[in-house]
């Protein structure tokens, strides 16, 4: 048994999606496996597994969302139908804490009115708005969370891009030091 989970060990250290993981937090290193009973390290690359798998529902609840124009869980949070961990808002922008986050810090930004702004590639020139009100509002959530010195901006644009509800949204990510290249 030691030998076969060694093994699996052995296969998640070579393959090229874990070896980043593994070499940047040196998790796989210190694991010895002469018996199970002294094994007391902990499992960290499971994490790494739970993201390939969260990686895979996102890719796959995009695939399958389409845009309709229709009414979005966005719009239930904006009428606070739905509990949502509201952060900041104002007149034109909602932000509020994922409920599925990929960072310490991981809010998201929508507009109130989404004036068939359902993604980037919608936008038009009526909408440089919001659009410039959804980027200041990424910097106020940033100094309300105390990330203002290193966060990311992100817009998923389709379902190649993993959007999976289509009202234009920013995911403001931070609290930890990001990778590039990213995706």
């Known amino acids: ?37 002294a094994f007391s390290a902990p499992l960290r690359p499971n994490r790494f597994v739970r993201h390939i798998t969260a990686s895979s529902n996102e890719e796959a609840a995009a695939k399958s969302a389409v845009d309709t124009g229709g009414p979005t869980i966005f719009d239930k ?7 949502s ?59 309300k969370e105390g990330i203002a010195e290193g966060f990311r901006v992100v817009i998923n644009n389709g379902p190649d891009a993993c959007q999976s509800v289509y009202h234009l949204h920013l995911h403001v990510l931070g609290g930890r030091q990001m990778k590039w290249p990213p995706g």
Do not use: C, W
């Open 85 to 143: 961990d509201i952060v900041y808002e104002d007149d034109k922008v909602l932000a509020f804490r994922d409920i599925n986050p990929q960072a310490p810090v991981h809010i998201l930004i929508i507009p109130k009115l989404r004036d068939d702004l359902t993604q980037l590639a919608k936008a038009e020139a009526r909408h440089g708005e919001i659009l410039g009100q959804l980027l200041y509002a990424s910097k106020i959530v940033a100094d």
């Open 77 to 83: 949070i904006i009428a606070k139908e739905i509990p």
């Open 1 to 37: 048994m030691a030998a076969a989970l060694a093994s699996s060990f052995s296969l998640l250290r070579a393959s090229r999606l874990a070896r980043p993981y593994a070499i940047r937090n040196n998790a796989l290193s210190h694991l010895s496996f002469g018996s199970l009973g």
